[in-house]
């Protein structure tokens, strides 16, 4: 485990105002809830975290896992867990049908197990209209949090512990960035590290802005810090992680600003040996500077993730990426001219607003000018509170866009045994 800092720590006292010290006070008192527990069953607590969607949300559940770990609780397999977590995803609407399914499953083995909780968090419960339906439909579960205080995890134990009702716990937003708390990684050799948190760039579709809250880039130091850590517990290969990534901007006190493209350098630099990725980029900021340092550094891996979305210009511009068509392929050019060999991944949906057969037709014409060594491939979804869901209808059938989406699959099919 990471992060095992040792404050000093007396939880016969208030708890310290320090955001961290703070967590570890309230990790020593859900450790004695959770000891009391298990002498009383003659085994220890067992706890299960099940995560749905992206880096991110896996990253976050591995600070979860530590916290967990440090109050006392044991990884189990789900079926087998006392406390069960679920790390949600709201990016499309399968992704919360979904968690709804698995919950109803919990039901009946928590009326059999009284030392059963189950914790929702993640994206999902940033959306007021889901922690309404758990508030009514699902009463049994115990706790409720958002993307943004995922720090504040062992509190809410607590106060789950001494409370006895289900503890709701949301922020809307933050620009609070609480480090050193315990991670456990679920791989030994390698690891994501957030660069960033949030975005600012709305894409009409996209629900991520509402559930992740304003760009918020963390302090290269820190960032450095952890690398170091992870590279003296034997990790090797790292994922620089962020919504955006290229949108990275620090200010120093004295006004010197780091973007992406220097935090890479910087990164790479400090840990020779390690191996460096990073995950998402946007096509509208990915710079010459980044593909230069890329293409410079040994240690980079030659590969990027970069979202196109789709293939025409009036699509693009409805779903408010700031970029055309042109200007993808002069990035994708770019970064080959640099790179010959470097590897270039997407992703794509179908059946966005007004999307007619011509402009799919783009997108797959797209396809086949890139050929992408892999793509992930969704069909549109409406997510509320979008620009898209208020002002742009929801009008491609789910006939049409089932049929698009295996269009596109087949051809990226074609396009990847074709190339390897
Ligand atoms: N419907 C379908 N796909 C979406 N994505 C994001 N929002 C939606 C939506 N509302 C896809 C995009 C994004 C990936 C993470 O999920 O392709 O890059
Ligand atoms: Fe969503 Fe666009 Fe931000 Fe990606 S860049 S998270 S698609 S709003």
Redesign the pocket.
Known sequence: MLNNVNYDIDITKEPPADDTARQYYFIEKAKAYVQRESEELGRPLTFCVTTFG?QMNARDSEKLCGILEKIGYVEAAEDEADFIIFNTCT??ENANMRVYGRLGQLKPRKKKNPHMMIGLCGCMMQEPEVVEKLKTSYRYVDIIFGTHNIFKFAELIVTRFESQRMVIDIWKDTDKIVEDLPVERKYSFKSGVNIMFGCNNFCS???VPYVRGRERSREPKEIIREIECLAADGVVEIMLLGQNVNSYHYEYPDGRVLGFAGLLKLVAESAPEMRVRFTTSHPKDMSDETIQVIAETPNVCRHIHL?V?SGSNKVLKAMNRKYTREWYLDRIAAIRKAMPDCGIST???TGFHDESEEDFEETLSLMREVVFDSA?M??????PGTFASKNLPDNVSEEVKIDRLNRMIALQNELSAESS
């Open positions: 992206c990016v499309r579709y996209c629900i979202p979305q992703d794509m949906f992930f969704f069909k549109y979804s409406e997510r």
